[in-house]
């Protein structure tokens, strides 16, 4: 019997979530999950769900730029494509353990993704 390697977990969790099955990604995300991401601290599967959840919709498409993998820990870059942005890249780095992802830090520019601003062209 062969183990699913970290890497592997991590890749169907973003394909799941990615794609739209957010439900699927969270079969991968461990109940006492902790997220640092650009403004909050989303701790617990339940609170992690509701951020996932939230920004998946907004997805028009995503490009893969590279993934890297040492043991229990990946890192992922890629553009997640909105109507907002196509071109600011993300990037996030997981821990798992037992077969579930059970730390998780997203890095990304929280401004390329919010409604374009009127005043930012005038200056």
């Known amino acids: 019997m062969t183990s699913e390697?970290?890497?592997?977990?991590v890749f169907r969790y973003h394909r799941a979530w990615?794609?739209?099955d957010v439900d699927q990604?969270?079969?991968l995300i461990d109940d006492d999950i902790t997220c640092r991401?650009?403004?909050?601290?989303v701790e617990g599967k339940e609170a992690?769900?509701?951020f996932i959840g939230g920004f998946a919709p907004?997805?028009?498409?995503?490009s893969d730029i590279a993934a890297f993998a040492e043991a229990d820990?990946?890192?992922?870059?890629?553009?997640p494509e909105t109507a907002a942005t196509t071109t600011a890249p993300a990037a996030e780095f997981f821990i798992v353990r037992e077969g579930l992802i059970s730390e998780s830090v997203l890095i990304f520019d929280r401004l390329s993704y919010g409604p374009?601003?009127?005043?930012?062209g005038a200056q």
Do not use: E
């Open 5 to 9: 390697s970290a890497q592997d977990i």
């Open 18 to 20: 990615t794609g739209g």
């Open 25 to 27: 990604a969270m079969d």
């Open 37 to 41: 991401a650009p403004g909050v601290d």
């Open 48 to 50: 992690y769900r509701s």
């Open 58 to 62: 907004m997805l028009t498409g995503i």
């Open 73 to 79: 820990r990946v890192a992922l870059f890629y553009y």
């Open 116 to 120: 374009p601003d009127p005043d930012r």
